[in-house]
């Protein structure tokens, strides 16, 4: 059972862990099914390969994946755990949850767990629940997993989805600052525009997913950079002083024009949707745990995450890098 | 605003957006076929127009703009009196 913990001054990120499944689906492999080119995807959303699940591997499975590699980069013993957060909107059930489930495969013994479901916001959502938690002493460390199977969602012969969304899963460990540490995980700044709602739907459990591609496009164009901006100037940290920004990978076009907006040069921009493809709320804890692994990211260095999609929902914060 | 304004403010835009060069950027042409710009790139377009404009110009719009000169046309009629 978890007990309470004195408030931390701040909370920051231990580690990352990223799960990829090992099925490579390539534009080529999806002009054989839909109509549609790899020039066309490439131009269009920027992506050239992205992985999907087997059959019979669930959001649950992928969720241990990632959270067992970020548990083990932490250095903590499983029972150091006292809160496993699971984002998620693609499960196969609503019961049980996918964060009670994961966390008891990992050997965390009876932590508090819930699953949340903020779309492709859902890891910036969860990691600022994280912090919250930490900073009140509810938890002292918890494991973020954020884990999608899209494809339960995705009609295989539409070509305006299934072009784009994919699966896998990521995770972090959050834990309280050391003393004398700057804080790591800066304030959230979050949101929805539920006006906009019904342009990402799936209308119920028996149907695939919809989108309104070009109504999406407009909104994450143009309502987004401001929001990230914010995040910048709450975690009194400048844009030009970002090592990178990580922004859901929604699409190439939209995450290029986000970061024109802001003022981000090409290269910090995180383009893991390249082979990654759209994961949801996975993606930006897959390419975090990707571009540390990598060395792209230096250990202090300041990432922006930006979090948007169905809801409209969306949420900001500046972290740094473990 | 005059209806030569707003083409070279277009042609502006478009250059940025879409990288053709500007002096392309005529009023016959079409986005399409001619200018090769997809519906992402519109919409782009579309959003900068209503920046240096101030006339915004819908979803359900855009899709019938589909020469420059249609674009002309649909500032130059919704400006209002700019003059």
């Known amino acids: 059972m978890s007990s309470a913990f004195p408030p931390a001054r701040g909370a920051r990120i231990l580690s990352f862990g990223g799960y990829q499944p090992g099925n490579v689906v390539t534009n080529a492999d999806l002009t054989a099914r839909v109509d549609t080119s790899d020039d066309w995807i490439r131009s269009r959303v920027g992506i050239v390969s992205r992985r999907f699940a087997g059959p019979d591997e669930t959001v649950t499975d992928m969720a241990v994946a990632a959270g067992g590699k970020a548990l083990a980069a932490s250095g903590l013993p499983p029972g150091d755990i006292d809160l496993v957060i699971a984002a998620t909107c693609s499960d196969e059930a609503d019961i049980p949850n996918v964060a009670a489930v994961a966390a008891y495969r990992l050997a965390i013994v009876a932590p508090g767990a819930y699953d949340i479901n903020a779309a492709c916001a859902g890891f910036c959502y969860a990691l600022a629940s994280a912090s919250d938690a930490v900073r009140a002493g509810s938890a002292r460390h918890v494991l973020v997993i954020a884990s999608e199977k899209m494809t339960n969602w995705i009609d295989p012969e539409d070509r305006s989805t299934c072009i784009i969304f994919a699966d896998g899963a990521g995770a972090a460990v959050v834990g309280p600052v050391a003393d004398g540490e700057r804080e790591g995980i800066g304030p959230v700044v979050w949101g929805s525009a539920g006006d906009l709602a019904p342009r990402i739907a799936i209308p119920d459990r028996r149907s695939y997913m919809y989108q309104e591609g070009q109504a999406v496009f407009r909104w994450a164009t143009t309502a987004l950079h401001p929001i990230a901006a914010r995040a910048c100037e709450r975690a009194g940290v400048a844009v030009a002083d970002l090592a990178a920004f990580v922004p859901h990978q929604a699409n190439l076009r939209i995450i290029e024009a986000i970061a024109r907006r802001l003022g981000v040069p090409r290269e910090r921009l995180a383009d893991d949707i390249i082979h990654a493809g759209n994961t949801s709320s996975a993606s930006i804890p897959l390419a975090l745990s990707r571009m540390t692994e990598r060395g792209d990211l230096k250990p202090g260095s300041a990432a922006l995450l930006l979090g948007f999609g169905a809801g409209m929902c969306y949420a900001a914060q500046v972290v740094t890098v473990p | ?83």
Do not use: H, R
């Not at chain 2, 016959?28 to 782009?44: A, N, R, T």
């Open chain 2, 1 to 83: 605003m005059t209806d030569q304004e707003i083409l070279a403010g277009l042609a502006e835009i478009i250059e940025e957006i879409a990288g053709v060069p500007a002096d392309e950027v005529t009023p016959s042409k079409s986005f399409v076929d001619d200018l090769d710009i997809d519906s992402l790139s519109m919409v782009e377009i579309a959003v900068a127009a209503q920046d240096k404009f101030g006339v915004e110009i819908p979803d359900d719009q855009l899709k019938d703009l589909t020469t420059v000169q249609d674009v002309v046309n649909y500032v130059a009629k919704n400006a209002g009196s700019t003059a």
